[in-house]
Structure formats: C-alpha cells, structure tokens
C-alpha cells in the first residue's frame, strides 16, 4: 500500500507562485508514473500533469501549460508541482497520484492506483 502525503498548500493572491509537494512512502516510488489532479468546487476532478518514471517524459493540460512544472526526486520519494502566475481559476483541491501504468500520459483518474488526500490552493483575486 502507498501512501501519498501533499503539502504546500495555502492562500495566494493572483500572479502569486506556489510549490506542492508530495512524498510516498514506498520505497519503489520510482517504479510509478505521477500526477496531479485538481477538483474545483462542484465541479469534476480534472487532469493537471502528469511525470514518467524517470522523470525524463511530462505532459500538461494546456491550461497550465508553461505555468507549472512538475519533477520528481527519486532519492527522496518526493513529487513537486511548482505553480507560478497563479490565476483565481486554478483555485481548486489538488491530489497528487500514482501509476502502476507503463503507458504515458496517463491522463485519467482510473489510470492511477493510488492517491493522496488532497491539499487546497485558492487564488485571490
């Protein structure tokens, strides 16, 4: 069983930049793809990103697309999603997600095993 654990969340302001992180306690972190997903109120949970197990590959939904970055740290089971000019919209309860998956990108929620508790982001306008 893995556990993931988010951190970093919290309250910024438009323009603002923010770093997620999520370590796993698995010490085969780095036999699983990750991603991040994000849930707004009443609405789906929806694909962000998504990393190789390598690190080597990554894949956006275009609406962050050259705003966030996400990489990984192997050695210390960590994944990270750096957030920058953050927009109100963006404001939502991400989870991070791990993949047994071999296929890139994995894209949706049933494509992951397993999944952290969720932190929340909200962006002020």
């Known amino acids: 069983q893995v556990q993931l654990v988010e951190s970093g969340g919290g309250l910024v302001q438009a323009g603002d930049s923010l770093t997620l992180s999520c370590t796993a306690t698995?010490?085969?972190?780095?036999?699983?793809?990750l991603g991040w997903f994000r849930q707004a109120p009443g609405k789906e949970r929806e694909f962000v990103v998504t990393?190789?197990?390598?690190?080597?590959?990554?894949f956006y939904t275009d609406t962050v697309k050259g705003r966030f970055t996400i990489s990984r740290d192997n050695a210390k089971n960590t994944v990270y999603l750096q957030m920058n000019s953050l927009k109100p919209e963006d404001t939502a309860v991400y989870y991070c997600?791990?993949?047994?998956?071999?296929?890139?990108?994995?894209?949706?929620?049933?494509?992951?095993?397993?999944w952290g508790q969720g932190i929340q982001v909200t962006v002020s306008s």
């Open positions: 990393i190789s197990r390598s690190g080597s590959n990554t």
């Open positions: 997600a791990a993949s047994f998956s071999s296929f890139h990108p994995a894209t949706r929620p049933d494509e992951y095993d397993y």
């Open positions: 698995e010490h085969l972190f780095s036999s699983y793809a």
